[in-house]
């Protein structure tokens, strides 16, 4: 079985599984000043398609260690606010990486 998993480049960390209610947007192995750097060892965060990791990707760039409030704007509609505090972080930074489960 292939599933695929999110390396950061510079340091080889792979994304963390994390605890329900701490988002994954918080893990930055790069900046050192923020609050999450202790390195969490153990099982990593894991993709069952390619195009799943990528949406990830994606999310880790666009809330870079963000908070954001759901609400539903004078059209019906679903909106949200977002309170940004960018880190630097950029799609380069992370890689897709192939993991092989084998049962034995």
Partial sequence: MILYALRHKTSGELMPLTRKNK???HWNPSNTTHK??????????LFS?????KRC???WVTFANSSYRGYTNSHGEDDYDVCENPDGRTKDDLE???VEVRLK
Avoid: E, Q, T, W
């Fill in 49 to 53: 398609s390619m195009s799943n990791a």
């Fill in 36 to 45: 999450m750097v202790a390195r969490i060892v153990g099982v990593p965060r």
């Fill in 23 to 25: 988002g994954y947007s």
């Fill in 57 to 59: 990707i994606s999310s």
């Fill in 96 to 98: 897709i990486v192939k």
